[in-house]
Every structure is written in structure tokens, then in C-alpha cells.
């Protein structure tokens, strides 16, 4: 009997010991988690649900990633694709990234190529995917509809997508400008257009130059010819030869890459003659430095188009969670989108500056509608 009692107890004390042990751990664990804590506190860690939450967003914003698909015209086009491109690596430098981490391009020798580039941007998970030029539109169009969770961009034309936005430009406007600059400095009163693809879009480069000029001169004469291409710099001389054999001594280009073929022919006419005034008047991008030949220079002016500051500001927007889906965005004069080059002083005179800003003002009031097409720009030749 005694010896059963002697068990009991014995099997009580170790029973409460083992409670004691438990609570002992326990203490330790919640106070070592509470060191934890204050260690964290004392850190400037904080563990509040609202700054987690800021923490994964920007994370999530650090991790942003965009790619941009080029038209035939190549990325170092010196114009349109070029702008788009500098505009993505200023984005990409302001945020620490680097070509290949963070943003990257992809070149396009020829329309076959533009699908299988945006695609491949879309399957390495790229956020948002640019498509340069009025020519990706097919493209980006079913891009945008085959996986529905990517961003994407189409410069220069619409895209009917809930997941694509629409970047375009008033360049009717800005050829304006640049054709009453033509207008104003041509000594034979003859000038030229030359574009790349004959199209709605380079068809508004065309209808603005053609009435910027005609209002300063009603009797002036304006030849247009298309190279068909915006990559062959080749036939861009030819036609640039032909134009300035024809006494024509200003050209204006909106052909991209073709476009550099009419700077290299007045560039070597004005080396076998440096006395000759003969102009180019660039586009897209300030094309100054593309005229420069010995101390002479023949780029008059340049419609720039800021295509970067459009690319740019759609990074922006996308990186913040405000991608505009859906969206068409449009730039012109008053959004600061459009604008003209004065890089060349000795070219662009203060008279000339001044009568270019004079007709800018009455654009921007409304006095002066600049046309689109090639009926309203003989609608509006025939009102002058």
C-alpha cells in the first residue's frame, strides 16, 4: 500500500514538472519574440500592415519591365524610331535600370518580323510592349487580344484594345509650321516633300507643309514625291537629286530612314558648292547635326515630333499603375508635343522665327485649322 502511494506521488511531481518546464518555454519564446521586436523597432523596421504593403508595391514598380519593337527604319534611324528609343533609356535611366535589365528593344529588318518581336517580349514577361510605327498595327492588335494580361503601345496609329493605348501626334501642325519656314527662306520659290510610305498618316505631314507654305505664298511651288520606304536612304537621294537639279532649294522629309538619302545629297551638293543655298528641313527628331557638312550646315529646321516625351510619359503612367488602357492619347502644340527647331541661327533668323510664331499663335487660338488630308488641303488652298 505504502508503495502505491509512493508511486502516485512520485508520478504527480513529475507531472508538475513538466508543467512548469512548458510554461518556463513558453515565457521564453513570447519574451524572445518581444526582444525580437524591439530589436526590429530599434532597426527603424517597421511591421505595420499600411508599410508592407507599401513595400510590396514598390517592389512591384521596381520590377517593371518594358520592351520596344521597331518599324524597318531600325532604332538608330536618326528620326522617328530613334526618339522613341531615347525616350525609353531616359525612363530607364531615371530609374536605375540598364539595356536588357529593366527595358530593351527589338529591331525589325521587315514586316515579318514585327509578330514574332513583340511576342517574344510578351513571353519573357515584359510588362508593357511598344510597337513603332503605324506599320505594327496589325500586329499589336492581336498581340493585344491573344494574351490579354500584357500592356501594350502603338505609336502613330489606333489599336482597339482594353489593354493597349493609342499614341498619336499633330503633325499636320507642326508641318505647318516648318512650310512657312520653307516658304519664307526658299529663293526660287520652288520646294519639296518627300515621303516614305504613301499613307493617311504621312499624308498629314504632307497637307500641313503643303498649306503652311501656300499661306505665306499662294504661288508657290511645292513638288511631292514618296520614296515608298522608310529605310531605302537610296531612293530618298534619288528623288532628292532630282528634286534640287529642278531648282527646288528646300526639301522637306518625312520618310525616316529614306529620309537620310535627301541629307546626303544636299550634303554633297553643298561641298562641290559652298556658295549654293540649299536646304533640308528634318523631322521626328532635330535632325541639326545630320546637316552638318564642313563649316556649312543645310538643315534649316526639323518638325520634331517628341515621340520620347510620349514614350516616357506612358512608362510613367504604366509604372504607377495608371496605364491607360483603352486611351487615345494625343499630342500637339498645345500639349508641347509638337514643336520646331531653331538649332541652326544662321539659317532660321529672327524674321523668320517670328513669323513662324506669329502663325503658331494662330493655330493655337483657333484662327488657323490646319488640314489633314489632301481634300482639305485643297479646300483650304482655294479659301486663301
Given amino acids: 500500500m505504502l508503495k502505491k ?15 512548469l518546464a512548458a510554461c518556463g518555454s513558453s515565457d521564453d519564446e513570447e519574451k524572445e519574440k518581444e526582444e525580437d521586436t524591439t530589436t526590429e523597432t530599434e532597426n527603424g523596421s517597421e511591421t505595420e500592415e499600411g508599410t508592407e504593403e507599401e ?9 517593371f519591365t518594358a520592351g520596344l ?12 524610331n530613334q526618339s522613341a528609343w531615347e525616350g525609353m533609356e531616359a525612363w530607364g535611366s531615371e530609374n536605375g535600370l540598364s539595356q536588357g535589365n ?32 503605324f506599320l505594327l498595327k496589325d500586329d499589336i492588335e492581336t498581340a493585344a487580344k491573344q494574351y490579354p494580361e500584357t500592356n501594350f503601345a502603338l505609336v502613330d496609329d489606333v489599336v482597339e484594345a482594353p489593354n493597349a ?20 527662306k526658299t529663293e526660287s520659290d520652288k520646294i519639296g516633300f518627300v515621303g516614305g510610305v504613301d499613307s493617311p498618316l504621312i499624308n498629314k505631314f504632307e497637307s500641313g507643309f503643303i498649306a503652311g507654305a501656300k499661306s505665306v505664298n499662294p504661288d508657290i511651288e511645292i513638288q511631292v514625291e514618296y520614296a515608298e520606304s522608310f529605310d531605302d536612304a537610296g531612293k ?30 544636299a550634303k554633297a551638293i553643298k561641298e562641290n558648292d559652298p556658295d549654293r543655298q540649299i536646304w533640308v528641313i528634318g523631322v521626328d527628331r532635330d535632325q541639326h547635326e545630320e546637316g552638318q557638312v564642313g563649316d556649312h550646315n543645310v538643315t534649316l529646321t526639323s518638325m520634331v515630333k517628341r515621340v520620347d516625351v510620349a ?17 487615345l492619347l494625343e499630342y500637339g502644340l498645345e500639349e508641347e508635343g509638337i514643336t520646331y527647331s531653331t538649332a541652326n541661327a544662321d539659317a532660321m533668323t529672327d524674321d523668320i522665327i517670328s513669323e513662324v510664331e506669329a502663325w503658331k499663335e494662330k493655330i493655337l487660338n483657333g484662327e488657323v485649322d490646319v488640314p489633314q488630308t489632301r481634300e482639305e488641303t485643297e479646300a483650304f488652298v482655294n479659301g486663301l
Fill in 69 to 80: 519593337v521597331t518599324d524597318v527604319g531600325g532604332v538608330d534611324d536618326k528620326s522617328f
Fill in 236 to 265: 530618298g537621294k534619288i528623288i532628292a537629286s532630282t528634286m534640287y537639279n529642278d531648282g527646288i532649294d528646300v526639301i522637306y522629309h518625312a520618310a525616316g530612314g529614306a529620309g537620310n538619302g535627301v541629307f546626303s545629297e
Fill in 165 to 184: 493605348t493609342s499614341i498619336t501626334f499633330k503633325e499636320h501642325q507642326g508641318s505647318f509650321l516648318v512650310g512657312v519656314a520653307a516658304a519664307l
Fill in 102 to 133: 529593366g527595358y530593351d528593344y527589338a529591331q525589325s529588318s521587315a514586316a515579318e518580323d514585327y509578330l514574332p518581336n513583340i511576342t517574344s517580349f510578351v513571353r519573357n514577361d515584359y510588362n508593357l510592349v511598344f510597337g513603332i510605327g
Fill in 311 to 327: 514614350v516616357k510619359d506612358v512608362l510613367n503612367r504604366a509604372q504607377a499603375g495608371d496605364f491607360p488602357g483603352g486611351e
Fill in 5 to 19: 502511494r509512493i508511486l502516485i506521488l512520485f508520478a504527480l511531481m513529475l507531472t508538475l514538472g513538466l508543467v
Fill in 55 to 63: 513595400g510590396n508595391e514598390e517592389a512591384s514598380a521596381g520590377d
